[in-house]
């Protein structure tokens, strides 16, 4: 399974950046995915969840109102990050989660992309 994201760069504070991740090599399917960020010195948190199933969501309180995730085709996601803030800058990392294969069932990650917001 490889997972492959896109979208980060750098943008001035209270921009706007989309990210969005495609999973493949799964031929079951993914039902939920996230995204992590990991800002230099700083443990990687969790920023936002989409269960494909039902359409639950979940999101860090620090991002409620400015991120959605959302599920923009089969085993892709979007991260649509508006009103930028500098503490957003970090690497983005998408995970994909009890992703099911013939091989059994395991959790994947991204390879990260960089969100980098100047004041």
């Known amino acids: 399974v490889q997972l492959v994201e896109s979208g980060g760069g750098l943008v001035q504070s209270g921009g706007s950046l989309r990210l969005s991740c495609s999973a493949s090599?799964?031929?079951?399917?993914?039902?939920?995915m996230g995204w992590f960020r990991q800002a230099p010195g700083k443990q990687r948190e969790l920023v936002a969840t989409?269960?494909?199933?039902?359409?639950?969501t979940t999101y860090a309180d620090s991002v409620k109102g400015r991120f959605t995730i959302s599920r923009t085709a089969k085993n892709t996601v979007s991260l649509q990050m508006n009103s930028l803030k500098p503490e957003d800058t970090a690497v983005y990392y998408c995970?994909?989660?009890?992703?099911?294969?013939?091989?059994?069932?395991?959790?994947?990650w991204g390879q990260g992309t960089q969100v980098t917001v100047s004041s």
């Open positions: 995970k994909a989660f009890q992703v099911r294969t013939f091989e059994g069932v395991a959790d994947y």
């Open positions: 090599g799964t031929a079951f399917g993914v039902n939920t």
């Open positions: 989409l269960t494909i199933t039902g359409g639950s």
